[in-house]
């Protein structure tokens, strides 16, 4: 899981074959499955904080997050 801690900033990111462009803004997050290819390419500075989580601890928190995570 990947918080975003400021920004704004554009922000280029290959998921497998996928290619897209955000702008990611302060407290924005994105989870990245393990196992999976991918690159980034930031357009400015950008303070993060990446936390690992197992599985079965996203599994467990998911039903009580208003949030959609793919699982």
Known sequence: MIVHLDGPVG???ILGK???R???TPGGWFI???GVDFGVELEGQ???LHVY???AVL???APSSS????L
């Open 59 to 61: 599994r467990q928190v």
């Open 67 to 70: 949030a959609a995570i793919p």
């Open 32 to 34: 990245l499955t393990g």
């Open 11 to 13: 922000v280029s990111r």
């Open 18 to 20: 996928s290619l897209e």
């Open 53 to 55: 989580l197992r599985d």
């Open 22 to 24: 955000r702008t990611v």
């Open 46 to 48: 950008l303070e993060s």
